[in-house]
């Protein structure tokens, strides 16, 4: 198995050597962190952690950064990709628990919950209601229940892999993209995962964000369209990062 862990960052120079290293604590695990247009030094840190480093010019968001990781995947046939947020969040020693459904053949997608499972940080109430909200939504217009939809904490296999290499949404994705693997026939399942709070900095989303998150999320999932099914990917497709 090739496994590869993408590390979408942005100004997070101070919690990449702690994620880094955990990471590195798993064997055969290649290490990617896309740099997103950071204004600080998140590049020369990754570069001298001795890791793969993409770097974006400019600032994509979120989904940017992480569609960059999962076309670098596609291209060097990794069959299993996992996301773990720039932010010391998200525990590495849970890698395991993620990637095993994919491994057994029972999903393409496997998304770290922290619901599942006592303790650990579960964000706000306002943020809880809200990742509620997107739940029922989601249920409601996928037929799937997933109780940690906004959860960056995930594994892909190579269906997975090869979907989100051409289509990823760009804002605010995690939710949106469950609903895309799940339009397309993929194997969505859930592991229990716990979470941190980020070591350093603070998220970018605040209030008004979040309602103008919650919104952008409601169109987007109220107006997926039903696809064709998922074809193999054409080389005019195949896109460098």
């Known amino acids: ?7 979408p960052a942005f100004n997070e120079a101070r919690n990449l050597p702690h994620v880094v290293a955990a990471l590195r604590r798993l064997p055969e695990c290649d290490v990617c962190v896309i740099d997103d247009g950071s ?6 840190v990754a570069a001298g952690l001795g890791v793969q480093l993409l770097r974006l010019p400019v600032n994509l968001g ?35 628990e993620l990637i095993a459904p994919i491994l057994a053949g029972r999903a393409d997608l496997v998304i770290g919950s922290r619901f599942l499972r006592e303790g650990g940080f579960r964000s706000t109430a306002s943020r809880r209601a809200g990742i509620w909200y997107l739940s029922a939504l989601l249920r409601l217009r996928c037929g799937i229940r997933i109780t940690d939809p ?9 269906r997975a892999i090869e979907l989100f290499a051409r289509d990823y949404p760009s804002d605010y994705p995690e939710p949106e993209a469950v609903a895309i693997a799940t339009r397309h026939g993929l194997r969505v399942q859930e592991a229990p995962v716990q979470m ?36 193999p990917m054409a080389p005019d497709q195949e896109t460098g990062a």
Do not use: C
């Open 1 to 7: 198995m090739r496994l590869l862990a993408m590390v």
């Open 39 to 44: 204004s600080d030094d998140t590049a020369q």
């Open 62 to 96: 979120i989904g940017g950064a992480v569609q960059t990781g999962y076309r670098w995947a596609h291209e060097r046939g990794y069959e299993v990709a996992v996301q773990v947020d720039g932010d010391d969040q998200h525990d590495p020693s849970y890698l395991p």
């Open 150 to 158: 906004t959860s960056g904490f995930r594994a892909a296999g190579p």
């Open 196 to 231: 941190r709070q980020r070591r350093h900095g603070q998220s970018s989303i605040n209030a008004a964000r979040t309602l103008y998150y919650l919104a952008k999320l409601s169109l987007a999932l109220l107006l997926l369209p039903v696809p064709d099914r998922l074809a």
